[in-house]
């Protein structure tokens, strides 16, 4: 049996998911489950199913990879410009991937802060937006 034709037709399909945007490997399972579990078993992962395909996964993956100097230095970027450090705030403001980063590499994230030399308490009071004064 020729299996170039299945082959061909799964890499135009993922091609075609790709064509214009970046997708999560997790979003492709959860919305095409039935082409990520095919392609895994043909190519073996579903990165070697996109490297086949000319995709380059880390961009797929649309994943910053952070590293402890990273994560020092966003937020120190944040504190900087003014930004709350604030859990809640930072959730709110789509920041997840800073916190996940934060409590894989520091064990948590009063110990990321402290790392850049910040006092915990004092950068996570809330405060205003209009006037960043802390709101007793």
Same mark, same amino acid.
């Given at each position: 049996?020729?299996? *170039?034709? !299945? =082959?061909? +037709?799964? +890499? $135009?399909? =993922? $091609?075609?998911?790709?064509?214009g945007s970046l +997708? +999560? !490997? @997790? ?5 095409? !489950?039935?082409?990520? #579990? $095919? ?18 996964? %880390?961009?797929? &993956?649309? @994943? ?21 450090? &604030?859990?809640?705030?930072? &959730?709110?403001?789509?920041? =997840? ?7 894989? @590499? ?17 950068? #996570?009071?809330?405060? *205003?937006? %209009? ?6």
């Amino acid at each position: 049996m020729n299996m *170039t034709k !299945p =082959i061909d +037709k799964m +890499k $135009k399909d =993922i $091609k075609a998911l790709y064509n214009g945007s970046l +997708k +999560k !490997p @997790h979003n492709v399972a959860k919305e095409y !489950p039935a082409l990520y #579990t $095919k392609a895994r078993k043909v190519f073996g992962s579903w990165k070697k199913a996109l490297a086949a395909c000319g995709i380059d996964y %880390e961009k797929a &993956r649309n @994943h910053k990879k952070w590293s402890r100097v990273k994560v020092v230095e966003e937020i120190n970027r944040l504190y900087v410009n003014g930004y709350s450090l &604030r859990l809640k705030d930072l &959730r709110t403001n789509g920041t =997840i991937c800073l916190i996940s980063a934060a409590m894989y @590499h520091f064990g948590s994230w009063r110990k990321a802060i402290e790392s850049c030399g910040l006092r915990y308490t004092t950068v #996570t009071e809330k405060r *205003t937006i %209009e006037d960043n004064q802390i709101i007793e």
